[in-house]
Nanobody
Framework: VQLQASGGGLVQVGGFLNLSCAASGLTFSAYHTAWFRQAPGKEREFVGGISWSGDKIFYSDDVKGRFTVSRDNAKNTMYLQMNSLKPEDTAVYYC???????????????????WGKGTQVNVSS
């Protein structure tokens, strides 16, 4: 199983970035997926998650209204559209996958079954 996050970079405050998470080696449509991020010296935190069918989407309070999670099961890919970026959004962004019917919470790091390597997002002021 491989999850590969991409699309990170350097952006100014108020700017936008679009991240992608490409999955392989698993039946993507059988997994809920989520974005997490980890800033230097901090724990990994939940950003947003989406159910396998895309009918349930939820966000952390920090990004609600600015970020949008979506997925395309035909392309085995999840996306994170980030708008109105702030310096505190600077972090390494990771994608995770959780099997449908898992009893684990989606908004906790331990709830994810698979992780991808992250992509760095830097927001400059």
């Amino acid at each position: 199983v491989q999850l590969q996050a991409s699309g990170g970079g350097l952006v100014q405050v108020g700017g936008f970035l679009n991240l992608s998470c490409a999955a392989s080696g698993l039946t993507f449509s059988a997994y809920h997926t989520a974005w997490f991020r980890q800033a230097p010296g901090k724990e990994r935190e939940f950003v947003g998650g989406i159910s396998w069918s895309g009918d349930k989407i939820f966000y952390s309070d920090d990004v609600k209204g600015r970020f949008t999670v979506s997925r395309d099961n035909a392309k085995n890919t999840m996306y994170l559209q980030m708008n109105s970026l702030k310096p505190e959004d600077t972090a390494v962004y990771y994608c995770g996958a959780q099997r449908d019917q898992s009893p684990m919470p989606m908004n906790k790091e331990y709830g994810m079954e698979y992780w991808g390597k992250g992509t760095q997002v830097n927001v400059s002021s």
